[in-house]
């Protein structure tokens, strides 16, 4: 696909030969961000890791300190009480049978989706429609609890699911173009240090090979991963 005249005027002034350090490459990625829209930020890092092997199908999920810059609707799968509670946590779509019917018909307005247990046999159902989109909730996310008061809290406040694909990639949105800095980095930082921790003793050789930053339509910008971990 032909790139655009904007985007090859801010690829030009990323050096694609260098890891940057953490901080110039955020830098970097606020300068060449052309986006008239505020842009969210997404980082992505390879890791040496067979997801085929259960230990190393590295799956969950944070809440970043400084949220994603994006205000998420939650759909919450439960009855009774537990209902009652989705709704004064902040849920903003809460059902039953009737909204497994309501996706089944093609509705899919809605950015995160929790459920009680006792749901789940009903939403299984949707597999196929949810699955393919990162919607199917999964008790490695707490998207299936019956603590759904926390499970809506922490989606509201930034709550990002990651999973590594197929060759080893995880992508994850940090924040938006408008963050400062020092929020950027400490998103980054924090996801880093979770994935980091989650190393399966399996591995073998170098774990992280790659990282780098992008905004939404921009270039890629590689870091210096070591300049990504966080200061004990």
Known sequence: MAKGKKFLAAAAQVDSTKSYEVTEAVDLLKKVSYEKFDASVEFAI?????PRKAEQNIRGALVLPHGTGKSKSVLVFA???KAKEALAAGADFIGDDDMVK?????WL?????????DMMAKIGRLGRVLGPRGLMPNPKTGTVTMDVTKAV??????????????VGNIHVTIGKVSFDAPKLVENMRTLYDVLVKLR???VKG?????????STMGPGIKINSD???LTV
């Not at 390879?46 to 067979?50: A, Y």
């Not at 309501?102 to 093609?106: A, C, L, P, S, W």
């Not at 170098?206 to 992008?214: G, H, P, R």
């Open 227 to 229: 300049s990504i971990k």
């Open 79 to 81: 009855q009774g009480e």
């Open 102 to 106: 309501k996706i089944q018909d093609g």
């Open 206 to 214: 170098v774990y992280v090979q790659n990282t780098a930053i992008a």
């Open 153 to 166: 809290t922490e989606i509201k406040a930034g709550k990002v699911e990651y999973r590594v694909d197929k």
């Open 109 to 117: 307005g809605f950015d995160s989706v929790v459920a009680t247990p």
């Open 200 to 202: 399966p003793s399996t």
């Open 46 to 50: 390879r890791l040496n890791v067979d």
